[in-house]
């Protein structure tokens, strides 16, 4: 039988991208990884993601597979090895849930304080950023049962959807000098966020703080061009 063949189109800054790093990292899949020019569409990119024309794109055998969590499930779904979505229906559909909010809810408030013009737009996109993660911390709570991760023992689904962002969170905090996962306001998300960070299959795929803060300089300047 042939080996398989995996490969992964993205970005190593991208939090989407991220998501289905770790997903395969947990499964311990081999996988090539094309990286994406920032500015630019390969024409792989565009072939295989003709509807959205976005990362990431998994091709499993040549045959391709968009959208971030979508992978993420397929991923858990195709290869053996530690689950990432919880063994009973209900868990698992609180899973998608909360993987769901994150994107539909609680990042388009990151995007926004990321790219607010006034003091007044910022401070209004802090206050949905804050209000936002004050539910994810119950949502915590409920969801890890307590335990390290939301998945419980384990990173699962809504620890990837949101960790993703992680990286992204402490630039925000470093670029504009406030705390966002503040111990005090939110001690389980801010101890969640060190966890995840530190796990085997995160610590080596998450960008430096450093790393992230010159990219998001980089992304801004070419902006004003």
């Known amino acids: 039988m042939a080996p398989e063949a995996v490969k992964l189109l993205g970005s190593w800054a991208s939090p989407y991208v991220i998501r289905v790093r770790v997903a395969l990292k947990i499964k311990g899949v081999s996988y090539e990884f094309l990286e994406e020019k920032m500015g630019s569409k390969s024409d792989l990119l565009l072939k295989s993601n003709p509807v959205y024309k976005k990362i990431p794109v998994l091709l499993h ?12 499930q397929y991923v858990d779904d195709v290869w053996a090895g530690p689950s990432i979505l919880p ?9 998608r849930f909360w993987a769901t ?3 539909d809810k609680w990042f388009p408030s990151m995007r926004g304080l990321a790219f607010a013009q006034s003091e007044e737009a910022k401070r209004e996109a802090i206050k949905q950023v804050e209000e ?7 949502a915590f709570h409920s969801c890890s049962k307590g335990k390290k991760f939301f998945g419980g023992d384990a990173v699962g689904l809504v620890d990837i959807a949101l960790g993703s962002n992680i990286g992204w969170v402490r630039v925000t905090e470093e670029l504009n000098a406030f705390k966002l996962l503040d111990e005090a ?5 801010a101890k969640w966020a060190q966890d995840f960070c530190e796990d085997d299959a995160v610590r080596e795929i998450m960008p430096s703080t450093e790393k ?13 061009k």
């Not at 936002?132 to 119950?138: D, I, R, T, Y």
């Not at 992230?212 to 004003?224: D, G, H, I, P, R």
């Open 101 to 103: 909010y994150v994107d």
């Open 61 to 72: 055998n040549d045959r391709p597979i968009c959208e971030s969590l979508i992978i993420v």
């Open 132 to 138: 936002g993660l004050a539910v994810l911390e119950g």
């Open 87 to 95: 063994a009973d229906p209900y868990d698992r559909a609180q899973a």
């Open 212 to 224: 992230l803060s010159e990219f998001a300089k980089t992304v801004f300047a070419n902006m004003k």
């Open 185 to 189: 306001k939110l001690p389980g998300l």
